[in-house]
């Protein structure tokens, strides 16, 4: 294999020393580690990823200031991170990943790895530095492991006992495997303005009686907002409008197959994708 760059170059602007990262986690990490252990388990550990209700989260930051309704808070910081997901999968490769996820707390990162014919979840969690980025705290963390990686990698001429000894930093039995495979979904190429004026959920519409949820819902909106029951006159325009949208991508319905995870940033042993908020099995 050809020696990834980015991996082993000291990034000095950030101020990486050379420590092992075993010193690394015990100073940073193990706080993450007895917070997970004092409270009701990893679940505990919200991601700040997803929006909190109607509040929107930089996806790539958890920034929640100027979001708006966008996903990201700047197009350089979604590609940030996209580059440090990048790097980090020069390793996750090296390590026979099936699986992997990111996310983070304000206060910690979490990335877990489930590598090809172990039965375990390897999940490395790591402090944040106030004030950076979670992406750069990412690099950080794929920076120490990468060189351990190879210094053992050196040492004992054995991409095995690198990787082996690189899993070994990280702790088993935070989550199950089936919270870091990434799920197939499918999500209708619809407006989303459109099925909440119906009250419409995916999911109805992507569902074997999709024609029928359809009308009925257009008909539980006509008798709330027809002008003859003292409805809006606008917004029952709107509701027509919205019905003949739907009934439209009836006649040919676009759907978009995604995979990824609610709130967590996934890898499926080819690419990362990013969280997806709510899901739809494609299976329904
Ligand atoms: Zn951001």
């Not at 050379?18 to 388990?41: C, D, H, L, P």
């Not at 940030?80 to 707390?105: G, K, P, Q």
């Not at 053992?152 to 095995?160: G, K, L």
């Not at 009686?209 to 003859?228: F, G, I, L, W």
């Amino acid at each position: 294999m050809e020696r990834p760059r980015n991996w082993s170059r000291p990034d000095r602007r950030q101020g990486c020393s050379t420590i092992s990262f075993q010193k690394i986690f015990s100073r940073y990490g193990v706080e993450a580690m007895n917070n997970m252990e004092s409270s009701n388990g990893p679940d505990s550990l919200v991601p700040v990823i997803p929006s909190h209700g109607r509040q929107f989260v930089c996806q790539a930051c958890g920034a929640t200031q100027n979001m708006g309704r966008r996903k990201y808070c700047s197009r350089a910081c979604r590609q940030r991170l996209v580059w440090r997901l990048e790097v980090a999968s020069n390793l996750l490769r090296a390590l026979h990943t099936r699986y992997a996820t990111f996310s983070f707390t304000p206060d910690t990162l979490i990335f877990h790895v489930v590598a090809s014919g172990s039965p375990h979840v390897y999940s490395y969690l790591w402090r944040r530095t106030p004030g950076r980025k979670p992406a750069d705290d990412l690099g950080a963390l794929v920076e120490q492991l990468g060189r351990q990686w190879w210094r053992e990698h050196e040492r004992r001429r054995s991409r095995h006992q690198a990787s082996k000894t690189v899993l070994e930093q990280a702790h088993t039995a935070v989550v199950s495997p089936g919270q870091v495979r990434p799920l197939d979904s499918a999500s209708p190429k619809v407006s989303g303005k459109h099925l909440s004026i119906l009250k419409l959920s995916k999911a109805e519409i992507l569902g074997t009686d999709a024609r029928e949820a359809v009308k009925s819902a257009y008909r539980r909106q006509v008798m709330t907002h027809h002008p003859d029951h003292n409805g809006d006159a606008a917004l029952f325009r709107k509701v027509h409008e919205a019905y003949e949208e739907m009934k439209e991508w009836l006649e040919n319905p676009v759907i978009r197959n995604q995979r990824g995870l609610p709130d967590k940033w996934s890898y499926d042993g080819r690419k990362w994708a990013p969280p997806m908020n709510s899901p739809t099995p494609r299976k329904i």
